[in-house]
């Protein structure tokens, strides 16, 4: 049975999208019809974004609530909002400076709050809409070499949960993402290189990956799919769950 995904009609904000997993969502939404908006740090990456799709840009910094409450009232209605937007530092726990605990936390945690704390109050009033955050693997389980990821990770599970309880009939799920070969990734290759010496990211990728049933790592449009999928009516008797998208290397 063919089943086709119609967003048609609806407007869909998608923050982190210059680039990566929140790059692919964006393209999964625009190519199902959404009016697509796309939102990062200003520069031309967002820019390219955004013209690669057709959407429209609007560059903000989530870390702000006054900017998140800023970029909803410009957008207007919104019917589905994506948060996308995160940062990784590959950092031993001992070896954790406030300062990286602060910019980790600030950007992963507090400015998915921000953001889905003021489209969340839009939603409610419109009566409905319908919220994914990428969240990842690592909240499932710890990182001795990413705590502070981590950390940020299992607060969003739970943000998800409370979220979908004060906010509905909106519905609001997330997506734990595992391996997916983007910038993100090519970064924590590069940092665990200059960290434990040559051929340690790419070793640490094969480590990893090999963990899965499935043996690989994720094509970033897979993970879209899923997204794409808890954004649409396909998905419109669930909420508050966690969906891993990794290939079996988390089972829980």
Same mark, same amino acid.
């Given at each position: 049975?063919?089943?086709?995904?119609?967003?048609?009609?609806?407007? @869909?904000?998608?923050?982190? @999208?210059?680039?990566?997993?929140?790059?692919?969502?964006?393209? /999964? #939404?625009?190519?199902?019809?959404?009016?697509?908006?796309?939102?990062? #740090?200003?520069?031309?990456?967002?820019?390219? @974004? !955004?013209? @690669?799709?057709?959407?429209? $840009?609007?560059?903000? $910094?989530?870390? $702000?609530?006054?900017? !998140?409450?800023?970029?909803?009232?410009?957008?207007?209605?919104?019917?589905?909002?994506?948060?996308?937007?995160?940062?990784?530092?590959?950092?031993?726990?001992?070896?954790?400076?406030?300062?990286?605990?602060?910019?980790?936390?600030?950007?992963?945690?507090?400015?998915?709050?921000?953001?889905?704390? /003021?489209?969340?109050?839009?939603?409610?009033?419109?009566?409905?809409?319908?919220?994914?955050?990428?969240?990842?693997?690592?909240?499932?389980?710890?990182?001795?070499?990413?705590?502070?990821?981590? !950390?940020?990770?299992?607060?969003?599970?739970?943000?998800?949960?409370? /979220?979908?309880?004060?906010?509905?009939?909106?519905?609001?799920?997330?997506?734990?993402?595992?391996?997916?070969?983007?910038?993100?990734?090519?970064?924590?290759?590069?940092?665990?290189?200059?960290?434990?010496?040559? $051929?340690?990211?790419?070793?640490?990728?094969?480590?990893?990956?090999?963990?899965?049933?499935?043996?690989?790592?994720?094509?970033?449009?897979? #993970?879209?799919? /899923?997204?794409?999928?808890?954004?649409?009516?396909?998905?419109?008797?669930?909420?508050?769950?966690?969906?891993?998208?990794?290939?079996?290397?988390?089972?829980?």
């Amino acid at each position: 049975m063919a089943v086709t995904i119609d967003l048609a009609g609806r407007t @869909a904000l998608v923050t982190g @999208a210059a680039g990566g997993l929140g790059l692919a969502c964006a393209r /999964a #939404l625009a190519d199902a019809g959404a009016d697509l908006v796309v939102s990062d #740090l200003e520069g031309p990456r967002l820019t390219e @974004a !955004a013209t @690669a799709l057709g959407a429209r $840009d609007r560059a903000a $910094d989530l870390t $702000d609530p006054e900017q !998140a409450v800023a970029l909803a009232e410009e957008i207007g209605r919104i019917d589905i909002l994506v948060n996308c937007a995160g940062v990784m530092r590959t950092t031993p726990l001992l070896e954790v400076t406030p300062q990286e605990w602060r910019r980790i936390i600030d950007v992963n945690l507090n400015g998915s709050f921000w953001i889905t704390q /003021a489209v969340g109050r839009r939603m409610v009033e419109q009566g409905g809409g319908s919220i994914v955050t990428l969240a990842s693997v690592a909240a499932r389980s710890g990182r001795p070499n990413a705590a502070h990821y981590s !950390a940020t990770k299992t607060a969003l599970l739970s943000l998800t949960k409370s /979220a979908a309880e004060a906010l509905a009939p909106v519905r609001v799920n997330a997506v734990c993402p595992g391996i997916f070969l983007t910038p993100m990734w090519e970064e924590i290759i590069a940092d665990r290189d200059a960290r434990f010496g040559p $051929d340690a990211g790419a070793n640490y990728l094969q480590e990893v990956s090999g963990r899965s049933p499935l043996r690989r790592p994720g094509r970033a449009e897979e #993970l879209a799919a /899923a997204v794409l999928f808890l954004a649409s009516d396909l998905a419109s008797f669930i909420t508050g769950q966690a969906l891993n998208v990794d290939g079996g290397l988390e089972m829980n």
